[in-house]
Every structure is written in structure tokens, then in C-alpha cells.
């Protein structure tokens, strides 16, 4: 429930070049309305709602910057022109209702595509990843049999008398040259800054890629990419510097320390050491903020009865260690935790993702002390029409 929680959250904040009206963000969620991956007026009016709604920040769904590594149908691609225009149609409509916007460049998942996935299939490449790897659990609804990470299906084995079904698991592809996906993110970067973003958020978080090159038991490279915590931090720092050629100041990124989900974590002093190093070196390229995730139940997952997450606290370790960026703080956060949070200088504001799915005006009811009160419709969160994406209320003002 929103309640009016102080005056902390709805102070301006400069973060790179541009500064926000309040402290209440709103984070990235993957709705799936695109079509064929270009964004659409549907996009466009969710976007405009929740703008008007108080957001301080937008940061856009998870943004394909390539064909392929697609978790997901019907999500948004950022790598042609066509691409650039969709999106640049509605970062003007933000901008008109004096809105900011960030696009969430997400190169994508790794190991966690499928190789049946329409558009992996589409792309003509195999699944990658740093090391080949495959990843445990996961479930693609949309394909037929829903398979997992590992499971590509069954092959029959022929012979005179009978027939038998094997299982056969797929591993990803070990990425050859990773500079060449460092270069995926750079021209996403150029076509975000060409389609009107105020800047970008990189995605580091959840298990996908740029999370699989710090993991150290997703990532059994031997180069320059792999083993110490300095080369496993590598590609991660690499993206940024080179999203940071296009943005200068408003590159900021996303990190998911306690790990868990899509079978990624490592044991609590190595993700410390991990997470306190790639930390301090992304903070020295001058980033808008960065975003430290906290551990949540849903991003947890159990394999074998053991608990794949390193759950820690993550503003303690690693907070003091962000000098220049600004420090948000994401996953269940309260209004009223995110007030005393910001009240005592421990962060610099929130990101709420959730309830900003059915509640268009999320600010504005804690600003007015309005309820959270929309029923969220889970059957529509990823389906392919405005019912449970733009047809939500607001509250009467």
C-alpha cells in the first residue's frame, strides 16, 4: 500500500546531465507488446501513463540490441532504423509531458536463449555464452513441451526391433572474440542516443550475460576474459566504457549481487570480492548511478534443495564504495523504507518495478497518500494487447 511517506523521495536529483523531479523510478520489466520487435503507439501510451504518473526516472523494458539471445516473444529490438524511429516516437511523447527516459540495453541472455526461440532461430547463430556451459532450471512457456535452459527435446533412436527416446542437453556456444558483443552494445548505444533516450541503463544483473562473465562458475574461460576477478569483471567494464563513448555522464547499470537467479553465485566472500571490485572500477568511468538490486524470494531459485542465491545485504558492502555515481536501491523496496533510506543519505532513491505494472500513478499515490489498490492481473503480464498493460486506473486526484 503507497502511503505519503515524507519529503526525502520527491526532491529533485541530478544524476548525469539531467535531473528528476522525484526519487520514485520506475524500474525495467519485459511486457512483451512489441511487434516483430519494433515498438508501437501501445508501447508508447503505457509509457506516456506512467510518465504523467509521477515517475522521477523511466527505464525502459530490457531492449534487444541484437537478433538473437531472446528470452522472450514480442520484446523490443533497438538495431535498425526502423527500431530507432519506433522508439524515437516515444521518447518525444515522454519529453512532451516533461518525462526522462533511459533505454535498458540488453545484449541479451547468454546461455539462458533457446535455440527454438523464433527469433534465435531467425538469427542464424548458435546460442553463446562465455564458457560452454549449459544453465539448470528455466522454462520457455511459449515453445511447445515449455523445455528448460538444457533441454532441447528428444531425439529417437532407431533400430530393427524397437525404438527408444534419449534426452539430449544443449550447451551454449563459447563466445570466440567478446570485443565483437562489445561492439553489439556500442551500436545499441548510437541508435538509443539517435532515438531521444536521456541515457542508458546496462543491464549487469539477473544471470545474463554481462552477470555470466562475472560468475565465476559460469565462467571457466582461461584468457583474458576469465579466472581472476579482474579478467571476469572485464567484458562487463568494456561495455561500459564503450556505451560511455555515446553517452558521456548518463550511463548508468544495473547489478544483481546475491545472484540466484538463472543459476548464477558464488560463495559470499568471492561475491564480495567480485561485486566490490567490478563496483569500484565501473564507479571511476563517471556513471549516472548504479543500481544494486536486493535479494528477493523470487529471484531465488532451489536446485538439488540448496538454495542457489549468496543472499547478503547489499547497501552495507558496497554502498561507501560508489563515490561519484548516484546509488539506487532495487527489488521490494518500500515507500516507507525507500524514505528512510534516502532520508539518511544511504541512497539516492528507489526503483519500484511491480507495482507500477498496475498502477500507472505510482508516484503520485505516495505523494498523495493514495493505495496501491489495483488487482494485479498475472494472466496479461506478458501477453499482447492493452488488457493489463494500458487499462489499468489511476486514482482520482
Same mark, same amino acid.
Given at each position: 500500500m503507497a502511503t505519503s511517506t515524507g519529503k526525502a523521495l520527491f526532491t529533485p536529483l541530478q544524476i548525469g546531465s539531467i535531473t528528476l523531479k522525484n526519487r520514485i523510478l520506475m524500474s525495467a520489466m519485459t511486457r512483451n507488446r512489441a511487434l516483430n520487435t519494433y515498438p508501437n503507439d501501445l508501447l508508447k501510451e503505457y509509457y506516456v501513463q506512467r510518465t504523467v504518473g509521477g515517475a522521477g526516472l523511466i527505464v525502459s523494458e530490457g531492449i534487444l540490441i541484437t537478433r538473437q539471445g531472446t528470452e @522472450?516473444?514480442?520484446?523490443?529490438?533497438? @538495431?535498425? #532504423?526502423?527500431?530507432?524511429?519506433? @522508439?524515437?516516437?516515444?521518447? $518525444?511523447?515522454? %519529453?512532451?509531458?516533461? !518525462?526522462?527516459? &533511459?533505454?535498458?540495453?540488453?545484449?541479451?541472455?547468454? +546461455?539462458?536463449? %533457446?535455440?527454438? /526461440?523464433? #527469433?534465435?532461430?531467425?538469427?542464424?547463430?548458435?546460442? &553463446?555464452?562465455?564458457?560452454?556451459?549449459?544453465?539448470?532450471?528455466?522454462?520457455?512457456?511459449?515453445?511447445? !513441451?515449455?523445455?528448460?535452459?538444457?533441454?532441447? !527435446?528428444?531425439?529417437? /533412436?532407431?533400430?530393427?526391433?524397437?525404438?527408444?527416446?534419449?534426452?539430449?542437453?544443449?550447451?551454449?556456444?563459447?563466445?570466440?572474440?567478446?570485443?565483437?558483443?562489445?561492439?553489439? &552494445?556500442?551500436?545499441?548505444?548510437?541508435?538509443?542516443?539517435?532515438?531521444?533516450?536521456?541515457?542508458?541503463?546496462?543491464?549487469?544483473?539477473?544471470? &545474463?550475460?554481462?552477470?555470466?562473465?562475472?560468475?565465476?562458475?559460469?565462467?571457466? +574461460?582461461? $584468457?583474458? @576474459?576469465?579466472?581472476?576477478? #579482474?579478467?571476469?569483471? +572485464?567484458?562487463?567494464?568494456?561495455?561500459?566504457?564503450?556505451?560511455? #563513448?555515446?553517452?558521456?555522464?548518463?550511463?548508468?547499470?544495473?547489478?544483481?549481487?546475491?545472484?540466484?537467479?538463472?543459476?548464477?553465485?558464488?560463495?559470499?566472500?568471492? =561475491?564480495? $570480492? =567480485?561485486?566490490?571490485?567490478?563496483?569500484?572500477?565501473?564507479?571511476?568511468?563517471?556513471?549516472?548511478?548504479?543500481?544494486?538490486?536486493?535479494?528477493h524470494p523470487y529471484f531465488d531459485v532451489v536446485f538439488d534443495g540448496v538454495s542457489r542465491a549468496t543472499k547478503h545485504d547489499v547497501i552495507e558492502p558496497y554502498a561507501h564504495l560508489i563515490k561519484n555515481a548516484k546509488v539506487f536501491l532495487n527489488s521490494g523496496v518500500t515507500p516507507e523504507d525507500g524514505e528512510k533510506l534516502v532520508a539518511s543519505g544511504k541512497v539516492d532513491g528507489i526503483f519500484i518495478g511491480t507495482n507500477w505494472i498496475n498502477h500507472p500513478d505510482v508516484a503520485k499515490r505516495v505523494e498523495h497518500g493514495k493505495p496501491w489498490d489495483n488487482k494485479l492481473n498475472f494472466m496479461t503480464l506478458q501477453s499482447n494487447d492493452a488488457a493489463g498493460y494500458t487499462d489499468y486506473p489511476s486514482a482520482e486526484y
Open positions: @522472450w516473444p514480442h520484446a523490443p529490438g533497438i @538495431w535498425d #532504423e526502423k527500431h530507432v524511429a519506433g @522508439w524515437k516516437n516515444i521518447t $518525444d511523447a515522454v %519529453h512532451q509531458v516533461e !518525462g526522462k527516459i &533511459y533505454a535498458q540495453v540488453i545484449e541479451l541472455i547468454g +546461455r539462458i536463449a %533457446h535455440p527454438d /526461440a523464433p #527469433e534465435q532461430k531467425l538469427a542464424g547463430v548458435p546460442v &553463446y555464452a562465455p564458457s560452454a556451459i549449459a544453465a539448470r532450471g528455466g522454462k520457455y512457456r511459449f515453445l511447445p !513441451g515449455e523445455p528448460g535452459n538444457v533441454t532441447v !527435446g528428444l531425439m529417437q /533412436a532407431l533400430s530393427a526391433s524397437s525404438a527408444s527416446n534419449i534426452v539430449f542437453l544443449i550447451k551454449p556456444t563459447a563466445i570466440d572474440d567478446p570485443r565483437k558483443i562489445i561492439e553489439h &552494445y556500442k551500436k545499441a548505444a548510437i541508435n538509443a542516443k539517435a532515438a531521444g533516450f536521456d541515457g542508458v541503463e546496462v543491464h549487469a544483473a539477473n544471470g &545474463y550475460l554481462i552477470t555470466q562473465f562475472l560468475d565465476s562458475t559460469s565462467n571457466k +574461460r582461461t $584468457d583474458e @576474459w576469465g579466472g581472476s576477478i #579482474e579478467n571476469r569483471s +572485464r567484458f562487463g567494464l568494456e561495455v561500459l566504457k564503450a556505451v560511455v #563513448e555515446i553517452f558521456g555522464p548518463d550511463v548508468a547499470v544495473k547489478i544483481s549481487p546475491n545472484g540466484g537467479y538463472n543459476d548464477v553465485g558464488m560463495p559470499l566472500q568471492e =561475491t564480495l $570480492d =567480485t561485486f566490490s571490485y567490478f563496483i569500484t572500477e565501473a564507479d571511476k568511468l563517471g556513471l549516472s548511478y548504479i543500481t544494486l538490486v536486493q535479494y
